[in-house]
């Protein structure tokens, strides 16, 4: 595979390596001339090159091949030019490597085949080290070794949305098994989300360690509690996972679905970046977290349907409400969707790298 440094930030933005990244340098609060741009679930169902690539292999086969995972994760970069990669893999992949039984099960998700319920269930979640996934570390170089300058940014589930998983049995709509555990037995609660945030944290770790320039922990139901619940039995959980990494000097992006009356909670945990989705504005989003942290959003996927002219006014609007925090990463609101057109993506990458060329117009020149 060739490498893919010429698809990372424009010619005018001089970088030495990727920790010296448009994307490191917005998430330590150094912002320059434009936002550094990503998508997340940019490396998959949206690129015919991707869904070419997986046919007929299993969602967890892919994330334990170095070379899939490699390939995938360089999709995105070679065909829209982001600043940034994002690891491929799957947040479950961690659970899978300490012995839980689970499958990824096309158009469900994961599906584990004896949910957590019961304190002797707990047996079951070991703790994992680097030498359970060495897949990843492969993976991982391999990736450092090919981006050149694009920083990495690997990933993790939060231990509440794996906890949502495996005491559910799969996705939820109304998380009603894992809230009862939660206010029925809060010690057993406790004890299971700190297994899990050291599975958590040493997956973040070990990516990290491998070469990977920043790291992000979603928490994908979060969103379900509220901010009261969220401190008392969600926060300590991430804050652990998120401590993991703390010594490795790589900048942390903390990200959940719906999270709007959270924000100010999950910035207290550990993160430099807050991501947000896009039911709040940016504005106001930064507003709530404070001028110690960076965010990170927030488009809505669904807008990249809409016409480009549509999508242009959106994606100038969070730029120029970007300018106004302390550091901005340009990403949608959530995932992209399966059915985005990639090129709406490219067209949206390429405006933003042109911003760095255009004088810096106030919101309230914009009349927003």
Not at 239 to 259: N, S
Request: charged share 20%; net charge negative; aromatic share 6%.
């Amino acid at each position: 595979m060739s490498g893919v440094t010429n698809a990372s930030p424009l010619d005018d933005v001089s970088t030495t390596g990727p920790r010296e990244s448009l994307l490191v340098q917005a998430a330590r609060r150094n912002p320059g001339a434009r936002p550094p741009v990503w998508f997340m679930r940019q490396a998959g169902r949206s690129l015919p090159e991707y869904r070419s690539l997986r046919q007929g292999i299993p969602m967890l086969e892919s994330c334990r091949r170095p070379d899939l995972v490699t390939e995938i994760t360089l999709q995105p970069v070679r065909r829209h030019g982001v600043d940034a990669a994002i690891f491929f893999s799957d947040i479950v992949v961690p659970l899978a490597a300490v012995g839980i039984d689970l499958d990824i099960v096309p158009g469900v998700g994961p599906v584990v085949a004896q949910p957590i319920r019961e304190r002797a269930d707990l047996d079951r979640l070991i703790p994992l080290d680097a030498d359970a996934v060495p897949y990843v570390t492969e993976a991982v170089q391999m990736l450092v070794a090919e981006l050149g300058e694009t920083p990495l940014i690997g990933f993790a589930g939060a231990p509440f949305t794996l906890a949502s998983y495996l005491v559910e049995g799969g996705p939820s709509k109304n998380h009603e098994r894992t809230k009862a555990l939660m206010y029925g037995d809060e010690e057993l609660w406790h004890d299971l989300c700190r297994r899990l945030a050291q599975i958590s944290g040493a997956f973040l770790r070990t990516q990290a360690a491998a070469g990977a320039s920043a790291v992000q922990l979603f928490d994908s139901w979060v969103g379900a509690l509220p901010r009261a619940d969220y401190e008392r039995y969600v926060a300590p959980h991430s804050r652990q996972a998120l401590g993991a990494v703390a010594d490795l000097e790589v900048p942390r992006i903390h990200f959940g679905v719906g999270t709007g009356e959270l924000l100010p909670a999950m910035a207290a945990v550990g993160a430099e970046v807050v991501g947000v989705d896009f039911r709040v504005s940016l504005a106001e989003a930064s507003r709530r977290i404070g001028p110690d942290h960076a965010v990170q959003g927030n488009l809505d996927p669904a807008a990249l349907f809409a016409p480009w002219e549509a999508i242009e006014a959106r994606v100038r609007t969070i730029v120029a409400e970007g300018r106004r925090t302390p550091g901005h990463v340009f990403n949608l609101g959530h995932g992209v969707l399966p059915d985005t057109d990639p090129g709406m993506l490219t067209r949206v990458v390429d405006l933003i790298h042109e911003l760095s060329h255009e004088p810096q117009i106030e919101l309230s020149d914009q009349g927003i």
